[in-house]
């Protein structure tokens, strides 16, 4: 569930799960909701449902209507996981969180990072968490509103990292850290690119994955850095959306083919 939502490939990556796993009986499919839709269709929902994905700009809507919250979704102020319990009550989970942190370990990210967040939505949240848990030295988020930086220092405070932040206008200033994720929607950071002085050292990442490369990603490609698509993390995330909602453990190599 997200807005936009058409280019998502996340019915194909669990279609293949339930497939590889034998749960013939399960779908899964797009539905076009924003966050002030997601309370009315959550509460329109049969038994039948065993949970929704939440994407933008739904993260935070999610959180607020689930009945349960896990410890790092309350931490984050943010929910891309929602599973339905037996007795009908809603949990929110964030698997962004542990997607990210496995895909920022398999690329060998090591503590003491400086990391720069571009966007302060409910994946920047996740980024945070995230950046927290490798061990980052500080983070700084770029915002096009100022007053969305304040309102994730508690979320800085409640996993330990020291937040600053940073215009959007100066972001080209902040492009030489030694991780750079970019969690805005498609096209809101494509003229950033050629504005930031890249540095070869830098891993960047974006979680966004249609189109692919994002003009962002072809800039730091250019320019030698390691770059990260948003289909590792859809991957990593649905991992534990996946067993979340069916109890089973995940079948990653069908699920990993079926993005390929």
């Keep these: 569930m997200g807005r936009p939502i058409a280019h998502s490939l996340s019915p194909a990556i669990h279609s293949a799960g339930y497939a590889a796993a034998g749960l013939t009986g399960w779908s899964y499919t797009r539905i076009e909701a924003g966050a002030d839709e997601l309370p009315g269709l959550v509460a329109g929902l049969g038994p039948e449902w065993a949970g929704l994905s939440v994407t933008m700009p739904g993260k935070e809507a999610a959180l607020a209507l689930a009945d349960e919250v896990s410890p790092v979704a309350a931490a984050v102020g943010a929910a891309n996981t929602l599973v339905r319990r037996p007795d009908g009550t809603w949990y929110a989970d964030n698997t962004d969180v542990t997607g990210m942190v496995e895909v920022l370990t398999d690329v060998g990210c090591v503590a003491g990072a400086v990391v720069t967040v571009l966007g ?135 699920m990993r083919a079926a993005i390929r």
């Design 120 to 254: 302060a939505g409910g994946t920047a949240r996740a980024a945070i968490a995230a950046a927290a848990r490798v061990g980052a030295a500080e983070v700084t988020v770029v915002a096009r509103r100022p007053e969305a930086v304040d309102e994730l220092r508690p979320v800085a405070a409640a996993v330990g990292v020291p937040l600053a932040g940073a215009e959007w206008d100066g972001a080209p200033a902040h492009a030489r850290a030694d991780l750079v994720i970019s969690t805005v929607p498609r096209g809101v950071a494509d003229l950033l690119g050629e504005s930031f002085d890249w540095r070869p050292g830098t891993v960047f990442f974006d979680v966004v994955y249609d189109p692919w490369p994002t003009p962002m990603a072809a800039a730091a490609l250019a320019a030698g850095c390691r770059v990260i698509s948003g289909l590792d993390l859809l991957f990593a995330q649905a991992i534990g959306q996946f067993e979340q909602f069916t109890g089973l453990a995940a079948p990653r190599e069908a």
